[in-house]
């Protein structure tokens, strides 16, 4: 080792001293205050963003109950919102129930049978109707009403002259 | 620890540390602070987040600065990137206890990547000419800018390695390179200080 090489290690800094001195380095700092504003404005946009999503995610859900209801019954030009429009299809079906004769005020047989074949029919739509949205409940109750109205026409027919009888359906049956 | 709970309750906004505490999230704050209010930041508290900025900036703004070689501006920006990202990542932070050192490899993350895309170009260029300033009251300036004259790959090393407290398996996971390229980058640096402050 040559005696210039000897004197640049010698005056180099040694291992011990370099920690003493990266051991005592200031770790903290003072962050100006327009840091934290920046980021308090950053993140605020990103929680308007964070809405947007499920806001949409809420308009499709509601689009999708309209979409259902429209099919049921068409929904009045009128109805502004969803929820116009549901109260508007439930005001228009209980409007149309006290148009249905009762089964007791049906006295032919060929009427009973028609009628018959009206609440069939009725009950495929609400079953079709309850596939697209099997949690509403007053397509159910609607269900229920029909499946009854459907038992007590088959009950009338069969006590009629036998002439023409209902028939065979199981979902008029099965209630 | 018992300090940086002093220093959170100073330092955050009125009343925010007592509504972040539950009856259920009292045990929690007890031993770690930043659990509660990371709780109460995932409800959408922005003053809660307020107060682990409180607690947590000035360290990770130290640490930014030198990965930065001494960039103020740079350092900051990193500091939002790095806080930004935790709120919007704050679901993804399995405990919420382990908060600071979630927010530490983020932050790193940020700065490590943005080096990576060679957005900083100006590190020893003209390192004389620099002579950064730390933005602290510093004691050691010479072994502050000794250290902003590192190469970039051995300054993060360093930088990580001593004043992170990150060992080399992480520090090599971080930077994506081998353990023992990180502790050859940690030897370099240490003897390029050693000649440079000797």
């Not at chain 1, 946009?45 to 809405?51: D, I």
């Not at chain 1, 509403?136 to 002259?161: G, H, K, P, W």
């Not at chain 2, 502050?144 to 190469?151: D, N, S, T, V, Y």
């Amino acid at each position: 080792m040559t005696t210039e090489n000897s004197k640049k290690i010698d005056s180099r800094m040694d291992d011990a001293e370099l920690d003493r001195r990266l051991g005592a380095l200031t770790r903290t700092a003072e962050p100006v205050p327009a840091n934290w504003a920046a980021i308090e404005r950053r993140i605020g946009q990103r929680r308007w963003r964070h809405l947007m999503p499920a806001g949409m995610a809420a308009a499709a859900v509601l689009t999708g109950v309209a979409l259902v209801v429209s099919q049921i019954a068409p929904a009045p030009e009128t109805a502004g919102t969803v929820a116009r429009v549901m109260r508007a299809e439930v005001q228009a079906m209980r409007a149309s129930a006290p148009e249905t004769p009762a089964v007791s005020e049906v006295n032919s047989p060929t009427a009973l049978m028609a009628a018959w074949q009206e609440n069939q029919a009725a009950i495929d739509q609400l079953e079709q109707a309850l596939d697209r949205d099997p949690d509403n409940r007053l397509l159910l109750d609607f269900l229920t009403e029909a499946r009854i109205r459907q038992a007590e026409l088959a009950r009338f027919l069969v006590r009629s002259d036998g002439r023409e009888q209902p028939p065979n359906d199981e979902r008029s049956i099965n209630l | 620890m018992k300090g940086m709970q002093t220093r959170v309750a100073k330092a955050s906004p009125a009343g925010v540390v007592e509504r972040a505490l539950s009856e259920t999230a009292r045990p929690a704050l007890d031993s770690n602070p930043d659990a509660a209010l990371v709780k109460a930041a995932r409800r959408g508290d922005c003053a809660a987040f307020s107060a682990l900025y409180n607690a947590h900036s000035g360290w990770l703004l130290a640490v930014l600065w030198r990965l930065a070689g001494g960039d103020k501006g740079l350092a900051e920006d990193w500091l939002q990137d790095a806080f930004v990202l935790a709120w919007n990542r704050l679901d993804q932070l399995r405990e919420p206890a382990a908060f600071r050192g979630w927010l530490k490899r983020l932050a790193v993350n940020v700065a490590l990547s943005e080096k990576r895309r060679g957005t900083l170009t100006r590190v020893d260029v003209d390192a004389e000419a620099s002579a950064p300033e730390p933005p602290w009251p510093c004691a050691d300036l010479d072994l502050e800018r000794a250290i902003a004259r590192l190469p970039d790959r051995a300054r993060q090393v360093l930088v990580l390695f001593h004043l992170s407290d990150l060992g080399h398996a992480e520090i090599a996971a971080l930077m994506g390179i081998e353990p023992g390229t990180s502790k050859a980058q940690l030897h370099r640096a240490r003897t390029l200080l050693k000649e440079m402050l000797g």
